[in-house]
């Protein structure tokens, strides 16, 4: 048993962790913690691996115990994932106060996190792509685009000014899988989607989302801001990647003072809306494989998108089983809240978490895992190595793409 | 730190099984690493393509766009995916003991 030792309590601790925090509800919030411990029961990985007591966390926090919450783990360990403040009678945003405590008190992140964040500002992208690379790569897929659906007006628009949305992808589409631009460029083509890429600034991911800096996310988020301005489009659309979602939707009202009213969506909302339009004609048939879902938690516990990809996978596939728990109650993959870019310090926790996730999976009987996020996708076929299983995850886009009646083009 | 060995040689790996040392790399680590990705006999392409990336992350030391690696070797990405199953990042990256590259991958 560890003693507390009263002259080392900081009582202003709480009071400084709440006034730096950054969050689109009322701060003062964060104090109505009643310490009844619903949030530990809440969270998944509570006695899965040390560390991992959202109840003690706020303890320690109220309590003034600045260098134990300082010198934690769980901070860091953390997925950020919200589950816990799901069973919070009092709604406290445990995922806040951490972010808050990671990013105000001069901490550096385990393993690469602060580089992905210091590339991003640096270089406009998380990868170190050049303008050079990033163009050619994208004239390249719409030349292979041509290619597959034989027609030379299949495009991969740049700057287009006034388009209806501007499209921000993932870094690692553009440097590691390039056959997901020409996947998400098909559709595109297919509805007939008035879209455009940006030249200048087009990295939807956000690291300073799980690194906690306010100022580094608010000169990320004032790039999108600027160039929805610069290219006179109606909105923003993300790439199916679940932080970049709730990052470039939440963030302009919590980061950017002015100009931060700009609609921002999923393209799963696209999808839905193309549905609802008649001008998506998927033949389902073409998926025919038992199929499971995992919900991102930016995507869906955040961002409330869980239905929207619900409606879509029941026009895709065939054969579409739930995970328990699923949609808002879904636990995390494991590698949520900046923590596969932590290195080895915390793998042995993300793993750990991973476990949970392996055995909802097996227990749909289902090979294949639709997953619209990169983090989640990466933290699955890790899953996947570890727990020797042999599954794939694969994008909602992909499912669409290959599975789209040609004769039935609309326009 | 968890570590392999290759003819009597320790080399350490990552978490994710990338070596940390590129110097340490030579084609029995290779064709070591290969297995462990789905990767049983490295062929004439197979090496093509780990040495074209393997020499080009000693000049730059970052990983080729894979416009880059596809334009190079002349293979299609389609290709680049029968050789390595893993696909190019996870697979050919590290099999060519490139450290794995940080962000999202």
Not at chain 1, 61 to 78: H, Q, T
Not at chain 1, 239 to 258: F, I, M, S
Not at chain 2, 36 to 59: A, F, I, S
Not at chain 2, 66 to 92: M, Q
Request: proline share 4%; aromatic share 10%; glycine share 8%.
């Amino acid at each position: 048993m560890s003693v507390i030792e009263a002259k080392k309590l900081d009582f202003g601790f709480m009071k400084e962790v709440v006034d730096k925090a950054c969050t689109a509800k009322n701060r003062i919030d964060l104090y109505n913690c009643l310490a009844c411990g619903m949030c530990s029961a809440g969270c998944p990985y509570n006695g899965v691996h040390d560390n991992a007591d959202p109840r003690k966390f706020i303890r320690q926090l109220v309590l003034g115990l600045r260098d134990e919450v300082l010198n934690s783990r769980f901070i860091w360990a953390c997925t950020q994932c919200g589950r816990c403040t799901m069973d919070c009678p009092m709604g406290v945003e445990v995922l806040t106060l951490v972010r808050t405590v990671r990013g105000n008190f001069g901490l550096r992140a385990p393993g690469f996190l602060q580089d992905v964040v210091d590339n991003q500002i640096k270089t406009g992208n998380q990868m170190e792509v050049t303008t050079e690379d990033y163009l050619e790569t994208l004239e390249w897929m719409e030349e292979e685009l041509q290619a597959e659906v034989n027609d030379p007006n299949a495009k991969i628009p740049i700057d287009k000014e006034g388009a209806e949305f501007l499209f921000l992808w993932d870094p690692r589409e553009i440097k590691y899988y390039p056959q997901d631009v020409q996947s998400i460029a098909k559709i595109m083509w297919y509805v007939g989607a008035d879209w455009t890429c940006s030249s200048r600034w087009w990295d939807a991911t956000h690291y300073a989302l799980f690194s906690g800096n306010d100022e580094e996310s608010r000169i990320i988020t004032q790039r999108y801001a600027d160039e929805v301005k610069r290219l006179k489009v109606k909105e923003l659309v993300v790439t199916e990647c679940g932080h970049a979602t709730h990052a470039n939707k939440w963030g302009p009202k919590v980061w950017l003072d002015k100009d931060n009213d700009y609609p921002v969506k999923s393209i799963i909302e696209k999808y839905v809306e193309w549905f609802e339009a008649g001008l998506l004609k998927v033949d389902k048939t073409k998926n025919p494989e038992p199929i499971t879902l995992h919900d991102p938690c930016n995507t869906v516990r955040k961002q409330g998108l869980g239905d929207a990809i619900r409606y879509v996978l029941n026009r895709i596939v065939m054969d579409f089983r739930e995970m328990v728990p699923n949609g808002v109650y879904n636990y995390c993959c494991g590698g949520g809240g900046g923590l596969l870019a932590m290195g080895s310090e915390i793998y042995p926790c993300r793993m750990a978490k991973g476990k949970l996730k392996a055995d909802q999976i097996n227990e749909t009987g289902c090979k294949l895992v639709a997953c619209p996020c990169h983090n989640c996708f990466d933290q699955l076929t890790d899953i996947f190595k570890y727990y020797k299983m042999d599954c794939k995850v694969i994008h909602l886009h992909h499912l669409i793409s290959h599975a789209l009646i040609m004769e039935e083009k609309p326009r | 730190m968890a570590s392999i060995n290759v003819n009597g040689v320790e080399i350490e790996i990552d978490e994710d099984g990338f070596i940390q040392d590129p110097d340490k790399w030579n084609e029995d680590v290779a064709k070591f690493l290969a297995k462990g990705e789905g990767v049983e006999e490295m062929g004439d392409d197979h090496w093509k393509v780990v040495n074209y990336l393997r020499d080009y992350y000693l000049k730059f030391q970052i990983a080729p766009m894979i416009r880059k690696l596809c334009k190079e070797t002349g293979f299609s990405l389609k290709y680049i995916y029968e050789l390595f199953p893993s696909g190019p990042a996870k697979g050919a990256c590290k099999i060519a003991g490139l450290p794995k590259p940080t962000g999202c991958v």
